[in-house]
């Protein structure tokens, strides 16, 4: 039983950063692995990032290599995506997820829990 919350989300202007934050509950966090999907309006739930459960493993989409982080801290059970030189087709719902198993996987249907999203809108 894991439920997610996200923060973070906003209205930021093409080229700066934005950190968001994802908090569980659960003790079982540190045993999960964890990602951020993305939604735009007509579009397709799609893979953004994932990390294993000892943050060992990191793995990206192509369109944000090289501009987002992500992170967690198992102690404090939150899961962080840090998006620097933001572009306006970054803009979408983003969505935290975790799959009760540790490995890092790049599909919707490979994860168990959700949390309700946060909106980033990025103007230009």
Do not use: H
């Not at 569980?24 to 999907?37: E, I, N, Q, T």
Request: with cysteine; glycine share 12%; hydrophobic share 35%.
């Amino acid at each position: 039983q894991v439920q997610l919350v996200e923060s973070g989300g906003g209205l930021v202007q093409a080229g700066g950063s934005l950190r968001l934050s994802c908090a569980a509950s659960g003790r079982a966090f540190s045993d999960y692995a964890m990602a951020w999907f993305r939604q735009a309006p007509g579009k397709e739930r799609e893979f953004v990032a994932a990390i294993s459960w000892s943050g060992g493993t990191t793995v990206y989409a192509d369109s944000v290599k090289g501009r987002f982080t992500i992170s967690r801290d198992n102690a404090k059970k939150t899961v962080y995506v840090q998006m620097n030189r933001l572009k306006p087709e970054d803009t979408a719902v983003y969505y935290c997820a975790a799959r009760t198993g540790g490995s890092t996987r790049s599909r919707t249907y490979d994860y168990d829990y959700w949390g309700q999203g946060t909106q980033v809108t990025v103007s230009s």
